[in-house]
């Protein structure tokens, strides 16, 4: 496994992660018959409106090549939703995934949160274990309209102590 540069993103940044993440959500998408968007115009425009929106997007690099993404977004009551976590095919099964994780739990932990949440397709057990063995529980599943499958929502509770998170596994301090 090699270390990744993990940076926030920047608006010139953005073609490129939104071609990234279209490639990393399509075999999943086929899976699971989910319908996606024609073209990156749209996922483009989703990006662009979370710098808007002041959304903390991240992306990550191996060298000079692009590799996975992952957004933060600030709820109520210091919980912070993870978004678009996600890895280039390619590069997958090789521990980019985990560093991603660990550097949004980490931002989270800086920033003062108290919970970290994602959403994941319920059927999609390999992703759902990895994110339990990484302490998510499970804290609702359910059908949301017009999806041919369920979603989960995840959450970990990272109970801020001075100094550091509770179960952070690195990069807090």
């Not at 929106?53 to 009551?77: I, M, N, T, V």
């Not at 994602?118 to 274990?129: D, K, M, R, S, Y």
């Amino acid at each position: 496994m090699s270390a990744l540069t993990i940076r926030a993103l920047t608006r010139e940044d953005i073609p490129a992660f939104a071609a990234l993440i279209s490639a990393s959500f399509a075999p999943v998408s086929d899976l699971y018959r989910l319908t996606q968007d024609m073209g990156l115009t749209p996922l483009t425009s989703r990006l662009e409106e979370g710098f808007q929106k002041e959304e903390r997007q991240f992306g990550a690099w191996a060298g000079d090549e692009p590799q996975g993404y992952f957004s933060l977004d600030a709820r109520d009551h210091g919980i912070f939703e993870i978004n678009r976590l996600c890895v280039r095919p390619p590069a997958q099964r090789q521990g980019y995934g985990q560093q991603l994780l660990d550097r949004a739990i980490a931002e989270i932990c800086r920033s003062g949160g108290r919970a970290a949440v994602c959403a994941v397709i319920g059927e999609n057990t390999p992703v759902l274990h990895w994110l339990t063995r990484n302490g998510f529980f499970e804290e609702a599943v359910g059908c949301l309209p017009g999806m041919p499958c369920s979603v989960c929502i995840l959450q970990r509770n990272l109970n801020p102590e001075p100094g550091g998170c509770a179960g952070c596994s690195g990069g807090c301090r």
